[in-house]
């Protein structure tokens, strides 16, 4: 899949988030890029840029050192399309529900969520995304 066929797959498993994450996420952007750049690499210490599926960017800070926790409109989650699709290629699971554990998981820790209550959401049907 291309970068827009996959940037049309998580704008989908946006739209169709668990309730309970969909309402931290009515304003966020979403982007699709092959690979993390040097600088966000640098940035975040990666090894290896495979290290990556998805990263949520919160654009702004209410004061210093304290960012919103609900998606503002500079908000955005970044998608990278080349560590999923090898991860997808490795696991020989279905590409959408790859793309919706990454999606779910990065938005879950961003927003505070457990991991017990990440793995709730992770287990909730999800038929409806195309």
Same mark, same amino acid.
């Given at each position: 899949?291309?970068?827009?066929?996959?940037?049309? /797959?998580?704008?989908? +498993?946006?739209?169709?988030?668990?309730?309970?994450? =969909? !309402?931290?996420?009515?304003? #966020?952007?979403? *982007?699709?890029?092959?690979?993390? &750049? @040097?600088?966000? !690499?640098? @940035?975040?210490?990666?090894?290896?840029?495979? *290290? #990556?599926?998805?990263?949520?960017?919160?654009?702004? @800070?209410?004061?210093?050192?304290?960012?919103?926790?609900?998606?503002?409109?500079?908000?955005?989650? =970044? +998608?990278?399309?080349?560590?999923?699709?090898?991860?997808?290629? *490795?696991?020989? &699971?279905?590409? /959408?529900? +790859?793309?919706? $554990?990454? /999606?779910?998981? @990065?938005?879950?820790?961003?927003?505070?969520?457990? *991991? %017990? !209550?990440?793995?709730? /959401?992770? %287990? $909730?049907?999800? $038929?409806?995304?195309?």
């Amino acid at each position: 899949p291309s970068l827009d066929d996959l940037e049309v /797959m998580a704008a989908s +498993v946006l739209e169709h988030l668990p309730e309970d994450l =969909l !309402e931290f996420c009515s304003d #966020l952007k979403l *982007e699709v890029e092959d690979f993390p &750049d @040097e600088a966000l !690499e640098q @940035e975040l210490d990666l090894d290896d840029p495979y *290290e #990556l599926l998805a990263l949520y960017r919160s654009g702004k @800070e209410i004061s210093p050192g304290v960012e919103t926790k609900t998606a503002i409109g500079d908000d955005l989650l =970044l +998608v990278f399309r080349r560590p999923l699709l090898d991860l997808w290629c *490795e696991s020989g &699971d279905d590409l /959408m529900g +790859v793309l919706r $554990q990454a /999606m779910i998981e @990065e938005l879950g820790k961003f927003f505070d969520f457990s *991991e %017990n !209550e990440i793995d709730e /959401m992770l %287990n $909730q049907p999800y $038929q409806d995304v195309i």
